[in-house]
């Protein structure tokens, strides 16, 4: 075995067994034990390990340590996405939504902001004294409560405290009323029409099936609180009361004894009143505010037909007549109305009437042939007044 082998071949072995081999000072191999105390050895031994072991275990290890931070990122991530989704957008969505719905009731005493927008059937007035009360919207006297009044008369000049002044006549004697001059409008003549009345009702008793039907003519509702029905023949009153019963603009509502369709006939009331029985002969029924007369219908025997014509069939107002002076006459204005209802009695409670038909009238005063002086032309005396023929 040549020298050069036989050298590898000792240092190998001493590598296996734990040695390792330095070359001494005159550059022969020399084997040495790890058993020395000089600690030559093992630092040989270290050294030459160390390089090939360290960038082997260590460099693994730090990209193992690596791998870890990266799948520790994962549930950041995951947390992350559950708090953006089901926590954050959820929440607000659900809050904006429950906002516009406003689920809260409105107190329905409240015109506060609300002019004209009443949730709950209730309409505000569009005057700045409903605006900032919490009163019932015609109760202009709550409003001003406490405070001096004038009574809503017209101001020429700036004598009340409360405002400028109102066109009219100047007050004889001026009142402060800090800022109330609107005192109570109430209700002007008119402002209500009575479009149709069942005088006597044959499918159920009168104390259950009269009713009244009202109109309301103009472009704004209005509240039915204060507003009073009258039966004057016998000088009964019922007042109505509540912020939340309006006629809206052009519209119908109808009064009577009960809202019981059982009782009424099947008839739709929408208030029910307690003032007994229309008369069937030489009745009449009103409509006031306080004092006002807004409205009123007569039938007195001899300028309207017998009674028995209405028997059954409700005194129906002419569709063009819906005026509460136009309503005054008969019989270009009223008449027996001809639609047919569900119980077997004619009428057409809270909905438009038909036109009634006229009676001859050649020269178009309104007045009838046989009640003009001249049917064939008009003259200063169409219904013979004096009686002269």
């Not at 516009?100 to 209730?122: H, L, N, T, W």
């Not at 472009?219 to 309006?246: A, M, Q, R, W, Y």
């Not at 409205?295 to 001899?302: A, C, H, I, N, R």
Request: aromatic content about 6%.
């Amino acid at each position: 075995m040549s020298s050069f082998r036989l050298r590898w071949l000792v240092v190998l072995t001493a590598i296996a067994i734990g040695c390792s081999t330095e070359p001494d000072a005159s550059g022969e191999d020399s084997i040495s034990f790890g058993v020395d105390t000089s600690g030559k050895a093992d630092a040989a031994i270290d050294s030459s390990i160390a390089p090939d072991t360290q960038p082997a275990v260590d460099t693994a290890s730090a990209e193992d340590t690596s791998s870890a931070t990266d799948t520790n990122v994962e549930p950041a991530d995951t947390s992350e996405f559950d708090v953006v989704d089901e926590d954050s957008a959820v929440e607000p969505d659900t809050s904006v939504a429950d906002t516009a719905v406003a689920d809260v009731p409105i107190d329905p005493k409240s015109c506060v902001g609300r002019c004209g927008k009443y949730k709950f059937g209730a309409v505000c007035q569009c005057h700045t004294e409903c605006m900032v009360s919490n009163d019932c919207c015609t109760d202009y006297a709550a409003i001003c409560q406490g405070q001096v009044s004038d009574g809503g008369a017209n101001d020429a000049v700036s004598g009340d405290s409360g405002g400028a002044a109102d066109s009219g006549p100047a007050d004889t004697t001026p009142i402060t009323d800090i800022g109330c001059q609107k005192v109570d409008p109430g209700l002007p003549a008119g402002s209500l029409v009575i479009s149709e009345v069942m005088i006597n009702p044959k499918a159920v008793f009168d104390d259950f099936g009269e009713w009244v039907e009202i109109h309301n003519p103009g472009n704004t509702p209005i509240p039915l609180d204060g507003v009073s029905i009258v039966e004057p023949v016998l000088g009964k009153t019922h007042t109505i009361t509540g912020c939340t019963l309006f006629i809206p603009p052009q519209g119908y509502f109808v009064v009577g004894p009960t809202a019981n369709k059982l009782q009424n006939g099947g008839i739709e009331v929408d208030y029910a009143y307690n003032i007994g029985t229309l008369q069937n002969v030489n009745g009449a029924v009103e409509i006031r505010v306080g004092a006002t007369l807004i409205d009123k219908v007569s039938w007195p025997l001899g300028i309207w037909p017998s009674p028995s014509e209405f028997d059954g069939k409700a005194a129906s107002l002419d569709p063009t007549k819906l005026d509460a002076t136009k309503n005054d006459k008969y019989p270009f204005t009223w008449c027996p109305s001809p639609q047919v209802m569900g119980n077997g009695d004619y009428g057409t409670p809270g909905q438009a009437n038909p036109v009634c038909p006229k009676p001859p009238d050649d020269d178009g005063d309104e007045i009838e042939n046989k009640n003009d002086n001249c049917p064939n032309a008009q003259n200063s005396d169409q219904a013979d007044g004096d009686k002269d023929g």
